[in-house]
């Protein structure tokens, strides 16, 4: 597609539940970022890949959030066992390579947690 | 030290006024400064950037200022309009590269018809 593409838009699971969120970045894009945006606030970076190397993963909140990238291509953010806290949009980017050209986002993924 | 600090949380200006949002920072190793432009349910979309050699930058009606001394820098946004209400978030980051970016904090802007 023409863009990054961020599935599902929206997800409402229960308390404990294990969740999964889709990234499909811009074809030919080797770095690619994603975010936690909390309402009203401004970005949290989570994780970072170059390829399907995550040189940073600095940002993951805890061990129940992990990532992965196959392919150089898609990625899957994963949160195990939800908490409350975890309710937030999780936005995608991608770019060229590392440092070239700007980070292109998708539209996120409004996760609700009950 | 990481911190970029942006003000104000939200901002009102009737159209055609100029919106000026601002973001401050402590880190001297910083060496690349972008704008990004939110709108509701959608993700950021780089707007502008600058590099801290230059001490302004214009696109189109948007313009960066830069205060390399007072670690400052500054978007305007001239001749507003009802279609440039969103959020805007400043960032900040090392090496010229957009790598783990630090983002401000947001700006919500309205403008008004």
């Known amino acids: 597609g023409a863009g990054v593409s961020q599935s599902p838009s929206n997800k409402v699971t229960e308390k404990g539940k294990d969740v999964e969120l889709r990234c499909d970045p811009i074809s030919g894009h080797t770095a690619l970022y994603w975010y936690r945006q909390s309402l009203g606030q401004g970005l949290e970076f989570l994780i970072y890949f170059q390829g399907n190397s995550a040189p940073d993963k600095s940002g993951l909140p805890s061990d129940r959030f992990s990532a992965e990238r196959t392919g150089g291509s898609v990625s899957t953010l994963t949160i195990q066992r939800t908490q409350q806290e975890d309710s937030a949009v999780y936005l995608c980017?991608?770019?060229?390579?590392?440092?070239?050209?700007?980070?292109?986002f998708g539209d996120g993924t409004r996760l609700s947690i009950l | 030290q990481q911190q970029v600090k942006q003000s104000p949380q939200s901002l009102i200006v009737q159209k055609g006024g100029i919106p000026i949002i601002n973001c401050a920072y402590e880190?001297?190793?910083?060496?690349?400064f972008p704008w990004y432009q939110q709108f509701p349910g959608k993700g950021p979309a780089l707007l502008i950037a600058i590099r801290p050699d230059v001490s302004e930058k214009k696109e189109g009606r948007f313009t960066i200022s830069f205060n390399k001394s007072a670690k400052q820098f500054s978007l305007h946004i001239m001749d507003s309009q009802p279609g440039d209400s969103a959020t805007y978030f400043c960032?900040?980051?090392?090496?010229?590269?957009?790598?783990?970016?630090?983002w401000g904090a947001g700006t919500k802007l309205i403008i008004k018809p």
């Open positions: 980017a991608s770019s060229l390579a590392e440092g070239a050209g700007p980070q292109h």
């Open positions: 960032a900040a980051s090392i090496g010229g590269s957009n790598y783990q970016l630090i």
């Open positions: 880190n001297t190793a910083f060496d690349y």
